[in-house]
């Protein structure tokens, strides 16, 4: 189980970055509403088809955002639609992690647990109910293949790690409010604790003995530590948090949430390919990735260029914000495009044969702010 388990903001961000989900711009006429639902509808043919092409989890991403934007919106059927085929992707996957076990099923379990955060965020009834269902299946299982590696490992070393791993598991099970897995988690950690306390006490070397016994010190600390940050941080007190409208980020972003960001590319190869990657970095950045819009440009002040690989991103910043001031200095003068320059439909890329990939949007409350 991946380290970031005991990190519960890397989750309340990805959560605050679906809670404020894309909206346009106050939209000056019924036609242009129209056509953003025609263009959302659009993005969720696309994902899934995407979907439906395997069982990896990296459309759900998607497929949740354009729910969660669909349900904000009343759009009917879009938004029962796109949380079915969330679910049926979450059902496949999950069938597929039992298959391939191991990595997979532990890498499998570390996203459905963010998108338990992200489901919850958003009240997708479905999208929950789904998860939770996946994740009593998956949880018993990486946990007994945890406990199997500990007693079958012949390093010490290795042992401490994936003891360190399942107390990490039992945390990701408090924070998702599974308290009867977490029990059994934290009685198959406390065997494992004291069957390895036992081999330590018998090394016949003091330091060894000292250093072992030291180790299994830290590591039920650490699982202390972790349990309590995942139970005051777990899915239901992370949604009500943001839902009273809380600010607070668990860390620092890489550009602010106010801003949006569209990246292009030459190559529609290497757009799809970067697909999964970029909406990781979007949610974590605080912000959402959209599906079928572009930046707004209403109270836009400027936008900046950027490169990229193959491509070219646009930033668009908004006046009044606190990164109005940072942006017009830390842009170069020729990569500005003042707002008087810029386009009701958006700003068109310098760099020849690109063409819009993905749009990274701002939360409606960072764009009010």
Same mark, same amino acid.
């Given at each position: 189980?991946?380290?970031?388990?005991?990190?519960?903001?890397?989750?309340?961000?990805?959560?605050?970055?679906?809670? /404020?989900?894309?909206?346009?711009?106050?939209?000056?006429? $019924?036609?242009?509403?129209?056509?953003a639902n025609v263009e959302l509808q659009h993005a969720f043919d696309a994902a899934q088809t995407s979907a439906r092409a395997s069982d990896s989890l990296d459309p759900a991403?998607?497929?949740?955002?354009?729910?969660?934007?669909?349900?904000?919106?009343?759009?009917?059927?879009?938004?029962?639609?796109?949380?079915?085929?969330?679910?049926?992707?979450?059902? *496949?996957? @999950?069938?597929?992690?039992?298959?391939?076990?191991?990595?997979?099923?532990?890498?499998?379990?570390?996203?459905?647990?963010?998108?338990?955060?992200?489901?919850?965020?958003?009240?997708?009834?479905?999208?929950?109910?789904?998860?939770?269902?996946?994740?009593?299946?998956?949880?018993?299982?990486?946990?007994?293949?945890?406990?199997?590696?500990?007693?079958?490992?012949?390093?010490?070393?290795? *042992?401490?790690?994936?003891?360190?791993?399942?107390?990490?598991?039992?945390?990701?099970?408090?924070?998702?409010?599974?308290?009867?897995?977490?029990?059994?988690?934290?009685?198959? /950690?406390?065997? *494992?604790?004291? =069957?390895?306390?036992?081999?330590? =006490?018998?090394d016949a070397d003091d330091g060894e003995r000292a250093r072992k016994l030291g180790g299994l010190a830290e590591a039920k600390r650490t699982r202390t530590e972790q349990t309590?940050?995942?139970?005051?941080?777990?899915?239901?007190?992370?949604?009500?948090?943001?839902?009273?409208?809380?600010?607070?980020?668990? $860390?620092?972003?890489?550009?602010?949430?106010?801003?949006?960001?569209? @990246?292009? &590319?030459?190559?529609?190869?290497?757009?799809?390919?970067?697909?999964?990657?970029?909406?990781?970095?979007?949610?974590?950045?605080?912000?959402?990735?959209?599906?079928?819009?572009?930046?707004?440009?209403?109270?836009?002040?400027?936008?900046? &260029?950027?490169?990229?690989?193959?491509?070219?991103?646009?930033? &668009?910043? &908004?006046?009044? @914000?606190?990164?109005?001031?940072?942006?017009?200095? =830390?842009?170069?003068?020729?990569?500005?495009?003042?707002?008087?320059?810029?386009?009701?439909?958006?700003?068109? /890329? $310098?760099?020849?044969?690109? @063409?819009?990939?993905?749009?990274?949007?701002? =939360?409606?409350?960072?764009?009010?702010?």
């Amino acid at each position: 189980m991946s380290s970031h388990r005991s990190r519960t903001c890397s989750l309340a961000l990805a959560a605050i970055g679906l809670l /404020f989900l894309i909206a346009p711009p106050a939209l000056a006429q $019924r036609g242009e509403q129209v056509q953003a639902n025609v263009e959302l509808q659009h993005a969720f043919d696309a994902a899934q088809t995407s979907a439906r092409a395997s069982d990896s989890l990296d459309p759900a991403y998607e497929l949740l955002g354009i729910a969660g934007t669909a349900q904000a919106r009343d759009i009917k059927p879009l938004a029962p639609n796109a949380a079915a085929a969330f679910v049926d992707l979450v059902q *496949r996957a @999950t069938a597929a992690a039992q298959r391939k076990r191991g990595s997979a099923a532990r890498d499998t379990l570390d996203q459905l647990v963010d998108f338990r955060f992200l489901a919850k965020s958003e009240e997708i009834q479905p999208a929950m109910k789904a998860l939770d269902a996946a994740m009593r299946v998956l949880f018993p299982e990486v946990s007994d293949a945890l406990q199997k590696s500990i007693d079958a490992a012949k390093h010490w070393d290795e *042992r401490l790690s994936l003891l360190n791993e399942l107390a990490s598991l039992q945390g990701s099970a408090v924070q998702v409010m599974m308290n009867d897995v977490a029990a059994t988690i934290s009685a198959a /950690f406390d065997a *494992r604790v004291a =069957s390895l306390d036992k081999i330590a =006490s018998q090394d016949a070397d003091d330091g060894e003995r000292a250093r072992k016994l030291g180790g299994l010190a830290e590591a039920k600390r650490t699982r202390t530590e972790q349990t309590a940050d995942a139970a005051a941080n777990n899915v239901d007190a992370v949604a009500a948090h943001l839902k009273s409208g809380g600010k607070e980020r668990g $860390r620092a972003m890489d550009a602010s949430v106010s801003s949006c960001v569209e @990246t292009g &590319y030459r190559s529609k190869q290497l757009a799809q390919k970067n697909q999964a990657d970029h909406d990781r970095a979007c949610v974590d950045s605080g912000r959402v990735p959209s599906a079928g819009a572009r930046c707004p440009v209403a109270n836009v002040s400027l936008a900046c &260029y950027g490169r990229v690989a193959d491509g070219e991103s646009i930033t &668009y910043v &908004y006046s009044n @914000t606190p990164e109005e001031a940072a942006t017009q200095k =830390s842009c170069a003068a020729a990569d500005q495009l003042p707002a008087n320059r810029i386009p009701t439909s958006g700003a068109a /890329f $310098r760099t020849k044969d690109v @063409t819009l990939a993905f749009v990274c949007g701002p =939360s409606t409350e960072a764009a009010a702010d």
